[in-house]
């Protein structure tokens, strides 16, 4: 009989992973600054308000089709727009200056485990 081998680990499955969790993470943030906008952006029902809602909503749906080419710049774009924000919210704007520096570190990881990958030297690899 011959020995089935295990299929390949993917390093990026679970990187992925981490981005999906990261989009979870910032959407429930963005969602729990919906009651500072009630209070002190005007409301809900603004431009600011809808505004917050579709991001909030556009993080969820990122979380699902991370693994897309275009969702990585997506993601970007939408922290554009919450840094956008610090103009009439400086609250979400600030959230997404943190955010957007998440972004921007996990984007060097991922160029790293890419790095490595290319080079044979990951754990899963040896």
Known sequence: MSEVKPPAKDPMKSFR???SGTLIMEAIAVALALPVVANVGGGISTLTGWSMIVIA????????MIKRPWAVPAVLA?????IA??????AMGILGLIFGGIWLWLLWLRKDVLRRM??????SQQ
């Open 17 to 19: 992973g981490v981005m």
């Open 57 to 64: 909503v556009a993080l969820i749906v990122l979380c699902g």
């Open 78 to 82: 939408l922290q554009v727009a919450m």
């Open 85 to 90: 924000f610090i103009v009439t919210l400086p």
């Open 118 to 123: 290319a080079a044979g030297t990951l754990p």
